[in-house]
């Protein structure tokens, strides 16, 4: 499947291909982060994207399943967290 198609994909199912090494944690989290920026600005789904920090996050995932460290079926999967959910590498809101 092309990874302009990923979004048509369930989270289990990309967790599923990207544990069994047929999807890459940062392709994924790429092509996510690509429809984001394609989308939003006209949708303004998005309050903030942490973009860096989702890339690390995915290459950190993708080495931990490399060397058979999965922890969970969602392990490597790039999610979005509503914004009225406290992260921690998230500025503080403006408005």
Avoid: F, N
Avoid at 63 to 85: M, Q, T, W, Y
Wanted: proline share 6%; with cysteine.
């Amino acid at each position: 499947m092309p990874t302009s198609e990923l979004h048509y994909l369930g989270l289990i199912e990309i967790g599923q291909q990207i544990q069994s090494r047929k999807l890459s944690p940062v392709e994924v989290t790429k092509a996510m982060l690509g429809r984001i920026e394609q989308l939003d600005g006209k949708l303004k789904s998005y309050a903030y994207v942490m973009g860096e920090a989702a890339l690390a996050e995915a290459a950190a995932a993708e080495k931990d399943i490399a060397s058979g460290k999965i922890k969970g079926p969602l392990h490597g999967v790039p999610i979005a967290v509503k914004d009225l959910c406290w992260a921690k590498a998230r500025p503080p809101r403006t408005a």
